[in-house]
C-alpha cells in the first residue's frame, strides 16, 4: 500500500468515525433538552466534533 493511499484510508476512517460519534453526541443533546437537562455544552461540542470529522474526511479526498 502506497504511503499516499494508507494516508487517505486513515484520514477517511478517523473521519468517518468523528463524524459519526458528533451525530451520537448531537442526538444524545437533543435528548437531555427535551428531558429539561443542561444541552447547549454538549449541543457545541457534538457539533464541532461532527465539523472535524467533515474536514477530516473532505481533505482526505486528495490523497486519494
Same mark, same amino acid.
Given at each position: 500500500m +502506497? #504511503?499516499?493511499?494508507?494516508r487517505w484510508? =486513515?484520514?477517511s &476512517?478517523? +473521519?468517518l %468515525? %468523528?463524524?459519526? $460519534?458528533? *451525530?451520537?453526541? /448531537? =442526538?444524545?443533546? +437533543? &435528548?437531555? #433538552?427535551?428531558?429539561?437537562?443542561d444541552?447547549f455544552y454538549t449541543?457545541? *461540542? +457534538? *457539533? &464541532?466534533?461532527f465539523? $472535524?470529522?467533515? /474536514? *477530516?474526511?473532505?481533505?482526505? &479526498?486528495?490523497?486519494?
Open positions: +502506497g #504511503k499516499n493511499k494508507k484510508f =486513515i484520514q &476512517v478517523a +473521519g %468515525l %468523528l463524524t459519526g $460519534a458528533g *451525530l451520537s453526541t /448531537c =442526538i444524545h443533546a +437533543g &435528548v437531555e #433538552k427535551l428531558g429539561g437537562e444541552w449541543g457545541t *461540542l +457534538g *457539533l &464541532v466534533i465539523q $472535524a470529522g467533515m /474536514c *477530516l474526511v473532505i481533505d482526505g &479526498v486528495r490523497y486519494r
